[in-house]
């Protein structure tokens, strides 16, 4: 694909187009092309022609809540185009909607022949990912059927069935077979001197097990009137800083970003609840760790979030153990997918427990939360859940044995079981991984907190005092055993991790700003390390590099090993301000917000870590998500740090 994908997300829903508004069924590369409901390409062709011919792009899809471009037929300066077609399109849940506006500019009688080319291939995102695996589909059949309005593409496998189903008013005069599977629907279309005409296509989907009877709007104009409501409410009551207008910008479009990205997802009753889902275009699912950092960051403005993703978390939290999915009594789910390769078990994320660090931050969510908003039945319902969370830490994750939440590489998902997840994440400072179990520095401070707010509600809300004491000696030894073990004195900042021999890894990385952020460093230390991550070489002007600068193992352009995160340095602005550290907190914040000015308010997944003085526009990491839900919150997370004035 040669144009550049505009990605239109609504809920559990995401479209990927070209610069024309088409889709052109490109497999594989940094951006998947097509649209997508849970996990499955419903639409991967929609290609438009004008008289058998591609037409130019006059004014090409920006980007936005809809995709809208103006296009006229090919030909010379000597002949001005016969007509314009102005072509508008939007998502909705699980639909599609196009309305194709064609205007004679001549003065006689014109007829347009147009045709929209359509395919759905129903292929799993994770076989359009980049890393060149395969799946086996034995027994998969593709099917189409021409329908009085349109045409029907329906996938069958097994008992997996999944169904697109495309629709136009007015019909069109033929349906085509184009020889690929693909098929072709063409208008012949007269129009009056200067006349018009119009199309409206509606595209359904209907991924395997959903049942629902969906409504689809009219037009592209009304689903996005649908999405400015949504957004509307979601912003109702939240005040936003007079004093700051850049940063009352960005926290409005993180909201509004944060609107598109709910996600259905299941109590433990049975209950209906929408959450964050992680990010588009790869991660539009629920990710455990990421829906309980999100909802942290908008507890203060949209205690909402929180009330849903704790129940779909809990419902989803392990009962048993699972090789393949990492699964432990008490742990909470990292990844769940929807999709066919999950169905069958070709890839073990339908419900993939390979996360050292969501059990720990669904109980300080839980704690935080009701410490918010008095919310003591939750906590009451929950106490189960909670208990058996704290009963993972303490036991399959390590810290009874170990004295500390531990991983292991997990050879078919995740090397790194922290936030830091990608392989060669967790590093010393020449590079070298670690060998062994890996102990994060990260996790170790969710787990402190995790202690300590889960005795407070053991004390408070369940009645169990004898609980409260059993958890909060445990954090107070955790939090010694930690000083003397990562503290390395000779560069007054904490180890990155500790390998499989208790050795430290010793890489300088943003990760100690996480434990700011739990109250894990006495003041002494939590100070040094604050002032030490707005040295130049950690401080880009932008935000925190994760990987402090001069060290063999950073790079710029590393996913974790140079880069800035909005969302790391959210964590660390509100670690900073619990240690006193404004200054630092207020630095932060400026750079960040700085950076989302720079593209429309809205901070991406990921910076390039390049520094500012020698780079005055922030320098985009390549495969960064378009929208990240845990990026939308990290605005409201810095307005708690330093506050609106």
């Not at 433990?268 to 588009?280: I, T």
């Not at 922290?418 to 400072?429: E, F, H, Q, T, V």
């Amino acid at each position: 694909m040669t144009d550049r994908h505009h990605l239109l997300v609504h809920g559990g829903t995401f479209a990927a187009v070209g610069d024309r508004g088409d889709i052109s069924g490109y497999r594989g590369g940094s951006a998947p092309d097509g649209m997508f409901v849970r996990d499955a390409r419903h639409l991967s062709r929609w290609q438009l022609t004008v008289d058998g011919a591609v037409p130019d792009t006059l004014t090409p899809v920006t980007d936005g809540d809809t995709a809208a471009c103006v296009l006229v037929p090919r030909g010379g300066r000597d002949e001005p185009p016969a007509y314009t077609l102005f072509r508008e399109q939007a998502v909705g849940d699980a639909s599609f909607v196009e309305s194709l506006r064609v205007t004679s500019n001549r003065p006689v009688p014109t007829t347009v022949r147009l045709a929209v080319t359509a395919d759905a291939d129903f292929t799993d995102q994770f076989e359009l990912r980049s890393d060149h695996r395969t799946y086996s589909k034995a027994g998969a059949v593709r099917s189409r059927k021409v329908l009085g309005h349109g045409v029907e593409f329906s996938y069958r496998r097994g008992e997996w069935r999944s169904v697109t189903t495309v629709t136009a008013e007015p019909r069109p005069d033929a349906v085509e077979e184009t020889g690929t599977g693909a098929r072709r629907m063409v208008w012949t279309l007269d129009l009056d001197p200067h006349g018009t005409a119009e199309l409206v296509l509606r595209v359904i989907a209907r991924p395997h097990g959903d049942r629902r009877a969906l409504r689809v709007p009219r037009s592209p104009a009304a689903l996005q009137r649908q999405l400015r409501e949504r957004e509307s409410e979601f912003m109702e009551g939240v005040a936003f800083p007079s004093g700051r207008p850049e940063l009352a910008a960005a926290c409005a479009r993180g909201l509004a970003d944060l609107a598109a990205l709910q996600v259905p997802a299941t109590g433990p009753d049975g209950e209906e609840l929408r959450v964050p889902a992680a990010g588009a275009p790869w991660f539009l699912t629920l990710l455990g760790r990421d829906a309980l950092l999100t909802s942290l960051f908008a507890l203060p403005y949209r205690p909402r979030l929180a009330a849903a993703t704790l129940p779909a978390l809990a419902a989803t939290q392990a009962t048993g153990a699972g090789v393949d999915e990492v699964a432990q009594p008490g742990k909470i789910v990292h990844e769940v997918r929807h999709g066919e390769l999950a169905h069958f078990g070709q890839v073990p994320y339908g419900r993939y427990y390979g996360s050292v660090d969501a059990t720990p931050l669904f109980l300080v969510l839980l704690g935080a939360y009701v410490e918010q908003t008095g919310d003591t039945a939750l906590a009451r319902r929950l106490e189960p859940h909670a208990r058996a969370a704290v009963g993972w830490m303490l036991d399959h994750g390590g810290l009874t044995s170990r004295g500390y939440l531990v991983y292991r590489a997990d050879r078919g998902g995740l090397a790194n079981q922290n936030w830091k997840d990608s392989p060669g994440a967790i590093c010393s400072a020449d590079g070298t991984r670690p060998h062994g179990p890996v102990t994060a520095a990260g996790a170790q401070g969710y787990a402190y907190d995790a202690l300590r707010r889960t005795a407070w509600l053991a004390r408070t809300v369940w009645q169990d005092g004898t609980y409260a004491d059993l958890l909060e000696q445990g954090a107070g030894d955790l939090r010694d055993r930690f000083q003397r073990d990562f503290w390395m004195p000779e560069r007054s900042f904490p180890a990155l991790a500790l390998d499989g021999r208790g050795e430290r890894v010793d890489a300088l990385a943003s990760d100690a700003g996480h434990l700011l952020w739990s109250g894990l460093l006495d003041k002494e230390y939590g100070e040094q390390v604050g002032r030490r991550l707005l040295e130049p070489d950690f401080f880009s002007g932008w935000g925190v590099r994760t990987l402090a600068a001069g060290q063999p193992a950073y790079h710029p352009l590393s996913y974790h090993r140079g880069s800035v995160w909005p969302h790391d340095n959210a964590l660390i602005a509100l670690g900073l301000a619990r240690y006193g550290l404004h200054d630092e907190a207020r630095a932060i914040a400026g750079g960040l917000v700085d950076a989302a000015a720079a593209t429309g308010h809205r901070l991406p997944e990921v910076l390039a870590g390049y520094d500012r003085d020698t780079h005055p526009e922030p320098v985009p990491y390549p495969h960064a998500c378009v929208r990240e839900s845990r990026s939308a919150a990290a605005p409201l997370a810095l307005l708690t740090a330093v506050g609106g004035v």
